[in-house]
């Protein structure tokens, strides 16, 4: 017995991700109950509910606002113990939930007051929570609030009445309105994957260009190679004066012996990006991962370059498993493998971004310890509270760097990383966009020009569905299968997403196509079911389309109800004393190549004919039967049924062989076989 060893440190060397000690002391704590820490491993962020005591009469800052409140002094001091018990332990993220359903509840609470003033009535103001009445309920009701802002605010509530020894609030919750997500359809879902490889190929093409300039004794053959080269000579002197892989602007001007970068006539995104990639690029390489891991973006944003989470296949070189963690599901880990030669695989993005931002990781490391021992003197010289919190959030956003995998050099020359907080910070049209909507805004400024019907929104999100009715497709609805490639737990789960995202959307667009075509048809005064069922199937009927189903309907149908385009001239070989006024006797449609017009309502006659030659076989002499052209009809038959569903022409053939067992149907031909006349 073997005990296999893992290597515990795959990648580390390119990451660079060793996060830097001593370990901090706990945050400052505040006196004021309304201002306490979430205590997350790795988010600790400080929640300040003096806003909710005070009240918000003007927009703060440059954030979103939804209009002012008043404040509430007793009533949030009532409920700050509770709701510091239920962000124990939450993100920032998270936690700003709750802040945000007070928020809330805050301007529902003076609404209600000012709409009883209103009408003359008497109403006292809401400072305790046993003052709260069905009546707040009802108007969160009429307003349309969401449930998750109802739930985090009776949740806060109910755990104070609980320790007033108060009874609690048994209010009916809001019912969520279902969500409409409309999938592009799937040629589409093609079009956009194709599109997000042909850029992530587009940035290893500019990758590799910048290596090879980079490289020792490069020598320039075009104007962009001797431009590229002259950034180079600039930068990796700055790198090298300052050891620093991302200097500053004013670094860059010294090395190069000018004042500014403006007069040396360098381009500083130029020269930044030949190391290292810009936000654009870290976008392209997180969508495309996205797309074919199936994970959702917060377990893609959430992967930690300090934690082994991409390695080598232990029992074959050429694979790699990538693990994520779901922090929605406890924790539960996520698990993609593939092939390491895969260029637009998650784990060779992966593993190509973190050996590309190795050097700004480092950096990155290097400036967390002077953040570090910054704030640990601040707090040596008893610096203020609230410059201890500054100071500590740094510390924090540089932590975060350090985790992310995402790293990018920002335009203005920092190091930045995709997060889920700053995700429409690209440029379209002189407006804050997401990479999806420029991906979308190219895509369709193509098919527009092409007269195609343009792709509607698809968020980042999305990708999980997209991946999962992949899934579904290409196993023909195995839900074991998307089961395993979702990282479900149970099986059950897999059917309500498969029910819920799939099917019912399925569902919902073929009746919405079917209604669309139908109305077509009729307002064109016919109802023809043929038409109809190739619209909801392929699309558009073209006219030569049409003009063809016409003329097949025109044509004579045989005994095995097949259609012939020329039944008063037979071949020669079929029916050779025939003549211009004799129609075809034989009716041996499946050895008529030239005029036989198979057609969807063929099927029963040809299995009809199928089981007649399987009767006229098993009574013919071996002999006589390969002597005549009954093989040759046997075989055109069974090609022809490979054209109808296999379940189908499985029912008919039972059904004639049993016709023709019972004597119910007539075999043509077998009368001579059984009285020994030669067959042909």
Known sequence: MSIRKIVKDHLKEHAGVVLASPELPPPPDHEDPLKFWTLHETDNALIDLTVFAEGELEPPGNQRWAGPFSGRPALIRQLAPAIQATCKGLTKGSARGYTNSLRMWWRLLDAVEKDAADVGKSMDRVEDARSLTRMHCDYAHRRGMRLDVFCCFTKIVNATLTALRAPVLYWPRPENPEPIRHLPPEDQVKLI?????????????????????????????????????????????????????LPSRDQIATASGYKSTEAARLNLTTLRTLTFADRMEADIAFHLCLANTGWNPAVLYSLDASEEFLRTHPKNPNQYQLIGNKARAGGTEQFVSGLWKSTSGPGYIIKAWLERTASLRKQLVTNLEEQRAHYLNLIQQG??????????????????????????????????????????????????????EILLDRLNRERIARGEPTIPSVTASDFRDIFALYVWRISSGNILAVKRALNHARLDTSVRYTSNNILNSERDEEVRTFLDHLFAELGQGRIDITILAHLQRYGKVTDEMEQRLTDYRALERSRVGVACKDPFNP????????????????????????????????????????????????????????????????????????????????AERLRWAQAISDGSHHVPGLNLVSNERGIT
């Open 571 to 650: 071949p020669k070989s079929m029916q050779p004393e025939s003549s211009i006024s004799r129609i075809c006797s034989r009716q041996r449609c499946l050895l008529c190549k030239e005029h036989a017009v198979i057609l969807p309502e063929s099927l029963p006659g040809i299995a009809m004919r199928m089981e007649e030659l399987e009767a006229i076989k098993g009574a013919t002499p071996a002999g006589d039967w390969f002597k005549s052209q009954f093989p040759d009809e046997f075989k055109n038959g069974q090609d022809v049924l490979r054209l109808f569903p296999a379940d189908a022409v499985r």
């Open 383 to 436: 610096a203020s509270l609230d410059d201890q919190v500054t100071e500590l959030a740094k510390v924090q956003r540089l932590e975060e760097g350090c985790r992310c995998v995402w790293l990018y050099v920002e335009t203005g020359g920092d190091i930045g990383w995709l997060n889920q907080r700053t995700t429409n910070v690209l440029n379209l049209n002189g407006k804050r966009s997401t990479y999806l």
């Open 193 to 245: 994957r194709i599109a997000l490889k042909q850029d992530w190929e587009a940035v290893r093409r500019r990758w590799s260009q910048t290596d090879r300039v980079r490289a020792p004794g490069f020598e320039p053959k075009t104007k962009e190679d001797v431009n590229l080269v002259k950034h180079w000579k600039v930068l990796s002197k700055a790198q090298c004066a300052t050891d620093m892989a």
